[in-house]
C-alpha cells in the first residue's frame, strides 16, 4: 500500500487519555510536566509494543494504538495500567492517572493513520472512562472469548457523544502487579519497534527451523553465548523469522535487543549502536558494564539518559578502538549475567567492516565467559549477496570453526505451507478457486513469502481478489503481472551483475 492509498482492515483500536493533564501541568511546571510527557509516552509504548500492537499516533496527552488481535489489545491497557500505577508507587510525586477506552471493527488505513466507527467508539470510551479504568465495547469481549483469562464486567448500553446509538460495553477490572512481579517489570525491556515491525503478518510453517531455533535458545537459556546465522535470498523470511524467535524469548522473560545495518548509510558500528539507545532509552536502571563511560562513543547522547558517567578516556586512535570494544562486549555480558539476553542484528551483508570486528570481539568475549552469561545472538544476512570479496566472507569463514554457531539456511515456503499463508490473509478455509490461486502463486513465487505477500497484495489491489460476505472471491486475473516490489527486489539484484550477465539473462528470458 503506498503513502495515500486507503485500505479497509479488521483491527482492535486502543485509545488513552492523561487524566487532568492541564491542572498536572500548572501543579508541577513545565520542566517537570515535560518530563512526565515523555515518561508517560514510553510507558505506554512499551505496554502496547510489548503486546503486538502499533502506536499509530501521540495525542499529545494520549495515544492511538491499533491491534491485530482484540485480546492483546485488552492485555496492552491492562499492562498501561499496571505500568502507571507501578510508577505512581515508586515515584508518588510524580503520579498521574490514564483512562483507556477499547473497541475493534474494520477501519481505514491511509497514509499511516487510521479512520472509522471504531476509532470514534474508541474515544469515546474513553472520555467515559475515570482514571484508572478501561473501558471496552462489547464486540471486544466477543472477539478476546478464549484468549487472555480476561474478566469484562457489563455496564449496558452507554450514550457516547456524537454516535447516533448506545453502545454495549464492557468494563475490564486489573491488579496492582505484585512485589515480585514488579521487580521482574522493571527488569523488562520493550519489544523493539523496529523488530515488531516485522510481525504484522502471520508466520507460517518453518517448524523444523524453529525447533533448532528453540535449542538454540534454550542452549543460551542455561548459561553461554550463542550464535544463530540466518542465510536466504531477499524477501523469504530471514527477519520475520529471527522476530518470531525474539518475540517467544521476550515472551519468557528476556531482553531482546535489535540492531540492523543500512545499505546506503554504512555507519559504523551501527547495529549495535541502535541496540545501546534502544536499551538506554527504555530501561529504568540500565546496566552499561564495567566501562559505562566509554561507551559515549558508541552512543553520544548517553550522557543525557545516564548522569554522572565519566568522560571517555583520550588517547591513541588504536586505544580508543580497544575501550569502546571493551566496553561494548562489557556492557552485552553483565547485561546478560542478570537476564536472558537475545540480540538480532539485521542484514549483515550491509556491515561495514568495523562493524563486523566489533562484533567478533563481541562474540568472543561472549564464548569465553562460558556459563556466567545467557547471551543468544542472531544475525541475518543474503548469502545472494556474498562473494568471496565481501568483508563478511572472511567473518564466516571464522565463525565456520566455532562450535557455539550454527548457519542456517532459510528455503522459501513449501505449496501447502503458502495455502496456510493464504488461508491466514483470507481469515476463512480456502474454496476450491482460492485453492487453485495458491497453487499458482506458489509456481510464480518458489514460496518466497515477501513475492507470496506482493501477489496478493497486487491482486486486491487490481480487483481480482475481493471480498464479499466476509469471503475471499477470485475473478479471472488474467496473465500474472509481477508487482512492484517484486521487480524492485529484483531489480536491485540485477544491478549487481556485470551488463554481460544481464544481457544474457535477458536473452534466457526471451527463450523462457
Known amino acids: 500500500m503506498t503513502e495515500h492509498q486507503a485500505q479497509t482492515e479488521m483491527r482492535s483500536v486502543l485509545f488513552t487519555d492523561l487524566v487532568g493533564s492541564t491542572e498536572l501541568r500548572v501543579r508541577v511546571g513545565e520542566d517537570q510536566a515535560e518530563n512526565l510527557r515523555r515518561t508517560h509516552d514510553r510507558l505506554l509504548a512499551d505496554a502496547v509494543i510489548s503486546h503486538g500492537g502499533q502506536v499509530v499516533k501521540g495525542l499529545g496527552d494520549g495515544i492511538l494504538a491499533t491491534f491485530q488481535s482484540a485480546a492483546d489489545a485488552v492485555s496492552a491497557a491492562e499492562a498501561i495500567q499496571q505500568a502507571v500505577d507501578l510508577h505512581a508507587h515508586q515515584q508518588p510525586e510524580q503520579a498521574f492517572a490514564v483512562r483507556v477506552g477499547i473497541s475493534a471493527g474494520d477501519v481505514t488505513v491511509e497514509s499511516s493513520d487510521v479512520f472509522g466507527v471504531p476509532?470514534?467508539?474508541?474515544?469515546?470510551?474513553?472520555?467515559?472512562?475515570?482514571?484508572?479504568?478501561?473501558?471496552?465495547?462489547?464486540?471486544?469481549?466477543?472477539?478476546?472469548?478464549?484468549?487472555?483469562?480476561?474478566?469484562?464486567?457489563?455496564?449496558?448500553?452507554?450514550?457516547?457523544?456524537?454516535?447516533?446509538?448506545?453502545v454495549p460495553a464492557c468494563r475490564v477490572p486489573w491488579e496492582p502487579l505484585e512485589l515480585a512481579d514488579a521487580a521482574a517489570h522493571l527488569a523488562d525491556v520493550a519489544f523493539p519497534t523496529l523488530l515488531s515491525s516485522t510481525s504484522a503478518t502471520g508466520y507460517v510453517g518453518r517448524d523444523e527451523l524453529l525447533a533448532k531455533l528453540d535449542v538454540a535458545r534454550a542452549t543460551a537459556t542455561s548459561g553461554g553465548c550463542r550464535i544463530v546465522l540466518l542465510a536466504g535470498e531477499p524477501g523469504v523470511g530471514k527477519t520475520r523469522t529471527a522476530a518470531e524467535l525474539a518475540r517467544r524469548a521476550h515472551?519468557?522473560?528476556?531482553?531482546?535487543?535489535?540492531?540492523?545495518?543500512?545499505?546506503?548509510?554504512?555507519?559504523?558500528y551501527q547495529p549495535l549502536m541502535e541496540a545501546l539507545d534502544w536499551y538506554t532509552e527504555h530501561s529504568s536502571?540500565?546496566?552499561?558494564?564495567?566501562?559505562?563511560?566509554?561507551?559515549?562513543?558508541?552512543?553520544?547522547?548517553?550522557?543525557?539518559?545516564?548522569?554522572?558517567?565519566a568522560p571517555p578516556v583520550a588517547s591513541d586512535p588504536r586505544s580508543e578502538e580497544h575501550l569502546l570494544f571493551e566496553s561494548t562486549a562489557s556492557w552485552l555480558l553483565e547485561l546478560a549475567r542478570e537476564h536472558n539476553v537475545v540480540l538480532v542484528i539485521d542484514d549483515l551483508h550491509w556491515a561495514t567492516k568495523p562493524t563486523l570486528l566489533l562484533l567478533l570481539h563481541v562474540l568472543r568475549a561472549g564464548i569465553a565467559a562460558e556459563t556466567s552469561t545467557h547471551l543468544l545472538v542472531v544475525g541475518t544476512y543474503r548469502d545472494t549477496d556474498i562473494d568471496r570479496s565481501h568483508p563478511l566472507s572472511g567473518v564466516l569463514a571464522d565463525l565456520r570453526r566455532w562450535p557455539a554457531v550454527d548457519r542456517l539456511s532459510i528455503e522459501g515456503l513449501n505449496a501447502e505451507e503458502v495455502q496456510r499463508f493464504i488461508k491466514a490473509a483470507a481469515g476463512h478455509d480456502l474454496d476450491e478457486n482460492i485453492l487453485a490461486l495458491a497453487a499458482t502463486v506458489y509456481d510464480e513465487t518458489e514460496g518466497n513469502p515477501f513475492f507470496v505477500g506482493e501477489v496478493l497484495r497486487h491482486l486486491v489491489e487490481i480487483g481480482a481478489v475481493y471480498r464479499q460476505e466476509d469471503r475471499w472471491v477470485l475473478q479471472d486475473p488474467g496473465t500474472f503481472a509481477v508487482p512492484e516490489g517484486v521487480r524492485d527486489v529484483i531489480g536491485r539484484r540485477l544491478s549487481r551483475l556485470s551488463p554481460v550477465s544481464n544481457d544474457l539473462l535477458s536473452m534466457a528470458s526471451v527463450i523462457g
Open 285 to 309: 536502571e540500565p546496566v552499561l558494564g564495567r566501562l559505562p563511560g566509554e561507551l559515549v562513543r558508541l552512543l553520544p547522547q548517553l550522557p543525557t539518559r545516564v548522569p554522572g558517567l
Open 251 to 268: 515472551g519468557d522473560g528476556a531482553v531482546v535487543l535489535y540492531g540492523r545495518c543500512d545499505e546506503d548509510l554504512g555507519l559504523s
Open 119 to 166: 476509532v470514534v467508539e474508541a474515544s469515546r470510551l474513553c472520555a467515559a472512562a475515570a482514571g484508572g479504568e478501561i473501558l471496552a465495547a462489547e464486540l471486544v469481549r466477543t472477539l478476546s472469548r478464549g484468549r487472555g483469562n480476561h474478566i469484562f464486567e457489563p455496564m449496558g448500553n452507554l450514550e457516547l457523544k456524537g454516535l447516533p446509538e448506545p
